[in-house]
């Protein structure tokens, strides 16, 4: 039996605060003090002794206030018992429990606290295609699409299309090829363990029945397979573009000043783009944003391919790009063509003509001549419908170039048919996929909602400015004006050129592949630097030590050498790069070289300059210099030859392999 006070107490330490004083109160109701309550009752008291009062349960902690304890008691001669019956308990706590407002029950959450159902909001993003064609300039080693098409080809021992498929912000990777060489890519992206480890999305394999090696990358968004995977904004990429340059910073670009966001901080000039809503719909018309890279510096080399285009510079804005952000290095493309067709039009023309619409429109133009397209492409969903025109074949030269020259150039819009898509009845909403919710919803206009935007005093038109006065004889007449077309504007990232810039190459030559490969060679290993290394480094440097022998020179600042690869000993190996289960011969000089999967050097051979194709095998004693070797090919024993294709022609005389061209070029993304 507890007194009283020890019940108090008692239910302090249980976190009861409140009893107590309830308790104390209804103490000094009944005129007695703690101590007399404590007090042992006379044994001539004959009220039967009542059981002590149950706990209350603990507070919930979803209620607005803590229920009301019923009031104490304490046992007098000739009083009613001390604790009322439960039932009678129950209905003191229901009245007092509505008097103070609280209309929950002990197992009724209040509406405050009912948190709502999870609702799945649509996937913001880019969808990334990616154009794997034939590779008809590395035609050495993609002669046979079926075994290796050219997105496999490897670059420094790693497949060169696994840089686009790190791409973030990215919620649909499709690769485009040919039905030739699907097999081999959906077979890759599930057996390779370069491609297997990479995050999702996961790439999806497209091969449309029209695609041919002939076919052009603008012509091929006019097939229908192509046309139904592409449901928002999109990007172009080649598969054999090798890049230090992260993705989410022309992401960004684009976002702040082609997608909406460029109204918070007035991107007046910069396209139309004054409106947003989710995933950059419906905020107007917006422009695109391309990549073009010197060629000169690390990586490049001499003859190689390059792009002319001119720039014009954008207006400042506001607030300046933060330190390191390449918004610095944006501007408008103004003219964009390969550099042998405006060597074909100067030959024509017998000079360099520019239209004085051009000069109107943008005073400032700078021409650059030792750019590359990188054929990296961040474009609006309806550029999908401007190339369904049929004269436009090629991205780089027609899309790109064309559409540049609308910008400026009066009434080219409307002969390609621009004006039906940017000003029609939103022909860039799709009627389906996974994206076609998102167009319901109601825009958002930033500009109006920002504290910076500075304010521009809007002119006012009157009556007479806005309907013609026409005499009573002629009545109303509905008079229809053509409006100046007004084209989304191309921008340009021009990398500038420097030492410390990331890496942008395309590698679409087999001169570009080995110096590419011997640059990647020279990046510090994850094993030495940590997390100051290049996305594009490797682990380690030689990752199986065990193969190589004794009295055998590697160096190791400028060499790869990759898992189970065997060096014979009195090996000089220098500037090269060695793929999978290669087998490296006793007294073999390697440089400059580039070795693929499951090649193999005999003895004493020298090599200088070379790419030598998977499962091959050099004889013993040969010398090679700039020589190329398809895969499965034997080299007889003591050969010495330089500046040799080694290639095998099915279905060819040897009379007919005399004066073949081994090279090829083309638009081959």
């Not at 509406?111 to 649509?122: D, G, N, R, T």
């Not at 990232?493 to 679409?508: A, G, N």
Request: charged letters at 20%; hydrophobic letters at 35%; one cysteine or more.
């Amino acid at each position: 039996m507890f007194s009283p006070l020890a019940r108090a107490i008692w239910l302090s330490s249980s976190s009861h605060a409140v009893y107590i004083r309830a308790k104390v109160s209804s103490w000094a109701t009944a005129g007695e003090s703690p101590r007399a309550a404590d007090a042992p009752r006379s044994s001539t008291n004959t009220e039967t002794e009542t059981e002590p009062e149950p706990l209350p349960e603990p507070l919930h902690p979803c209620r607005e206030f803590p229920p009301s304890p019923p009031p104490a008691t304490t046992s007098l001669p000739g009083c009613p018992p001390t604790n009322p019956p439960q039932q009678q308990r129950q209905q003191q706590q229901q009245q007092q429990s509505a008097e103070t407002g609280n209309r929950h029950t002990e197992k009724e959450l209040p509406e405050a606290v009912i948190m709502p159902h999870p609702q799945s909001m649509p996937a913001t993003g880019f969808q990334a295609v990616i154009l794997c064609g034939p590779g008809v300039s590395l035609n050495t080693f993609t002669s046979n699409p079926e075994e290796l098409p050219k997105a496999l080809v490897p670059v420094a021992n790693r497949p060169m299309t696994i840089k686009e498929l790190s791409l973030t912000n990215i919620i649909d990777i499709h690769l485009i090829t040919p039905p030739s060489a699907a097999p081999a890519l959906s077979s890759a992206l599930s057996t390779d363990p370069h491609l297997t480890s990479l995050p999702v999305p996961r790439p999806s394999v497209l091969a449309p029945q029209g695609l041919t090696q002939n076919t052009g990358t603008a012509e091929l968004f006019r097939l229908p397979e192509v046309r139904a995977i592409v449901t928002g904004d999109f990007i172009v990429l080649p598969c054999d573009l090798i890049s230090e340059l992260g993705g989410e910073g022309l992401l960004e670009a684009w976002m702040v000043l082609q997608a909406g966001l460029g109204g918070v901080t007035d991107g007046v000039g910069i396209g139309n783009s004054s409106k947003m809503s989710l995933n950059g719909k419906r905020g107007g018309r917006r422009g695109g944003v391309g990549v073009w890279y010197d060629i000169r510096g690390e990586g490049g080399i001499k003859g190689q391919e390059t792009d002319f285009v001119a720039t014009a510079p954008l207006p400042p804005r506001p607030i300046p790009p933060p330190p390191g952000s390449i918004m610095a290095n944006l501007s408008k493309v103004v003219m964009a063509m390969p550099t042998d067709t405006l060597k074909d039009k100067m030959e024509k023309k017998g000079s360099f003509s520019v239209r004085k619409s051009l000069l109107r429109k943008h005073p400032r133009v700078k021409l650059l001549t030792t750019q590359r397209d990188a054929h990296v492409y961040f474009f609006p969903y309806w550029v999908l419908d401007m190339m369904k025109h049929e004269k436009l074949d090629s991205i780089s030269e027609d899309v790109v170039g064309w559409w540049a020259k609308a910008t400026w150039q009066d009434g080219l819009g409307d002969k390609l048919g621009l004006r039906e898509i940017l000003e029609g009845p939103a022909v860039d909403t799709p009627e389906d996929g996974p994206a076609a919710d998102i167009f319901r919803e109601e825009e958002i206009d930033l500009a109006s909602m920002s504290s910076t935007k500075v304010s521009r005093p809007k002119t006012r038109t009157t009556e007479k400015e806005q309907a013609p006065l026409f005499a009573s004889r002629v009545g109303d007449p509905v008079v229809q004006q053509k409006t100046k077309l007004v084209v989304p504007n191309m921008l340009a990232y021009v990398q500038p050129l420097s030492e410390s810039i990331p890496l942008i190459r395309r590698v679409d030559t087999a001169a570009l592949l080995l110096n590419v490969s011997l640059h990647l060679a020279k990046l510090g290993s994850v094993e030495e630097v940590g997390s100051a290394a290049s996305p594009l480094a490797h682990s380690s440097k030689i990752a199986y030590p065990a193969g190589v022998a004794q009295k055998t020179t590697i160096t190791k600042s400028d060499c790869l050498l990759a898992d189970n690869v065997t060096v014979g000993e009195r090996s000089v190996i220098k500037q090269t790069v060695i793929g999978v289960n290669c087998k490296i011969e006793k007294s073999v000089r390697l440089t400059r070289c580039l070795l693929m999967d499951g090649a193999v050097v005999g003895e004493r051979c020298q090599l200088d300059g070379c790419i030598i194709g998977r499962r091959s095998r050099i004889g013993k004693g040969s010398v090679l210099r700039d020589c190329e070797v398809q895969d499965g090919f034997v080299i007889p024993d003591g050969t010495e030859t330089r500046n040799e294709n080694f290639m095998v022609f099915e279905g060819l005389d040897d009379e007919d392999d005399v004066g073949l061209e081994l090279g090829g070029s083309g638009d081959d993304d």
